[in-house]
């Protein structure tokens, strides 16, 4: 006569825990004696905690993962697997898109708990205002962070379990060209150009405009007098 034992998957979550649903839960398993048994390759999610594997007591260490042999014999008895949980951090990826940020140039992600603070100054950039940063949540899924404050000083908020994405916003200098016809006060100077914006990093043409000035020719434009 064959001796059969049950293996049992149990959630192993608090009732006082703010995360109680725990989904992809295996369905029990029978191992006959001296037969070992794969164990279900199903890896249970629970919102906000890493899946870490299955312990023989609900306070032990992880003994196997899902797809292990299971080899222990109980003589008709039953074995429960009680699954392990670390709680999960999540990420916030800064692009600085041209800027740096304490010297790097490079992107950066920073990881914190879900209730933990998370700080992030100002980038800098040549010749660019900061206007703060644009948030988007990761795959438009989780939670975005709460008590969230912006300004060109960073950014802060309160982590949730949602990964998301920081993109720094930048408006270039801007700077006005001015045309002085430096000529003191002889009023017969005309055709003096407008004045021209330009942006920083963006060439410009100067205006076209031919100023003339009686007994006198035009040479050209200088940046002093």
């Known amino acids: 006569m064959c001796i059969r034992d049950s293996i049992k998957y149990d959630q192993n979550v608090k009732s006082t825990s703010s995360s109680k649903t725990v989904t992809d839960m295996p369905a029990a398993q029978t191992k006959t004696q001296e037969i070992d048994v794969t164990l279900s390759s199903m890896t249970p999610k629970r919102n906000g905690y890493i899946f870490a594997g299955w312990s023989t007591s609900a306070n032990g260490n992880v003994v196997y993962q899902p797809g292990d042999l299971y080899d222990v014999n109980q003589d008709g008895g039953n074995v429960t697997l009680y699954a392990k949980w670390e709680k999960a951090k999540y990420t916030a990826t800064v692009k ?3 800027g740096s940020y304490n010297g790097s140039t490079n992107d950066f992600t920073i990881s914190k708990y879900p209730g933990e603070e998370i700080s992030i100054g100002a980038p800098t950039r040549s010749k660019h205002n900061f206007t703060g940063y644009k948030l988007t949540m990761d795959n438009n899924d989780g939670d975005a ?3 969230v404050t912006q300004s060109a000083s960073g950014f802060k908020g309160i982590m949730q379990m949602g990964n998301f994405t920081l993109n720094a916003q930048w408006t270039p200098w801007k700077h006005t060209v001015r045309y ?10 005309k055709g003096i150009p407008a004045s021209q914006s330009k ?3 963006v060439d410009i043409k ?5 100023p003339t000035r009686n007994g006198y020719t035009f040479l ?4 002093q007098k």
């Not at 100067?206 to 031919?210: E, G």
């Not at 050209?220 to 940046?223: D, Q, R």
């Open 96 to 98: 600085l898109n041209g």
């Open 220 to 223: 050209g434009w200088n940046t």
């Open 145 to 147: 962070p709460t008590s």
């Open 206 to 210: 100067l205006s076209s405009d031919v």
């Open 180 to 189: 002085d016809a430096n000529a003191k006060n002889d009023t017969s100077v």
């Open 199 to 201: 942006t920083a990093n």
